[in-house]
């Protein structure tokens, strides 16, 4: 689970134009989708090569760490790079979490892969929906998310070493809920400008905003592949 997602990051500025707001969403679907394709692709490759999934298994928290470092790095450096260095540094996260992707799904049935993507896809297309028409304001609900995932990453890290299955099974339906929840959450920020508050451009605001998408939709995948998904 990787979500470097900090909302007080973000500020409250004028809500933009309608088509200026659609413009975004539409730019920031796209980069994550593009995202999506390149963890696919590489995850795909690295589930059928053993000697990749044994390397990436031996340098696991290595990896996880430096994933985790990256995406903050993204945000925390995005003020002060170019639009094109930090959709170049959101490739890079998206391959890197291809080589995780793949050696966790390896482990899994083809059936259970495709409907966990499947039930994802509907989830995710089901809160971003809600999360763009919704009046209601979403914003209170940042500190509670915040501490939400910081609660899920510790006891995630915590359960590696207890390997209780019961535990495994209440942090995977929580993380479900919590990701649904942030990504009605990021969406309506995304609509009302927030992120372009945050970043000082549309460019740069719709990478950070595929990013914090992008790993919405990852973490309701690998939550529900473990909490449905049938292993080989």
């Not at 290595?62 to 003020?79: D, H, V």
């Not at 970043?199 to 605001?205: D, F, L, V």
């Amino acid at each position: 689970m990787i979500n470097p997602q900090t909302p007080s990051q973000v500020g409250t500025g004028a809500r933009p134009a309608p088509e200026q707001s659609a413009s975004l969403l539409s730019q920031s679907f796209g980069w994550m989708f593009a995202g999506l394709l390149l963890t696919a692709a590489i995850a795909y490759f690295v589930s059928g090569n053993a000697q990749i999934k044994n390397t990436v298994g031996d340098m696991w928290f290595l990896i996880f760490f430096g994933q985790l470092g990256l995406a903050i790095g993204i945000q925390g450096l995005i003020g002060r790079i170019s639009a094109t260095v930090a959709l170049g540094l959101f490739f890079v996260f998206a391959a890197t979490m291809g080589f995780t992707v793949g050696v966790i799904i390896s482990f899994y049935s083809v059936p259970s892969v495709v409907s966990s993507f499947f039930g994802a896809s509907a989830m995710f297309g089901a809160a971003a929906l809600y999360g763009y028409t919704t009046k209601r304001s979403l914003t209170g609900l940042g500190g509670f998310l915040f501490m939400g995932v910081i609660g899920l990453i510790v006891a995630s890290i915590v359960n590696v070493f207890l390997g209780n299955g019961v535990i495994g099974w209440v942090i995977a339906l929580i993380g479900v809920i919590i990701f649904t929840v942030i990504t009605a959450y990021d969406v309506q920020r995304i609509k009302y400008g927030d992120y372009i508050t945050a970043t000082g451009s549309i460019e740069k605001a719709s990478v950070l905003g595929a990013l914090h998408l992008y790993i919405n939709f990852v973490n309701i995948f690998l939550f529900l592949l473990r909490l449905f998904g049938s292993r080989d």
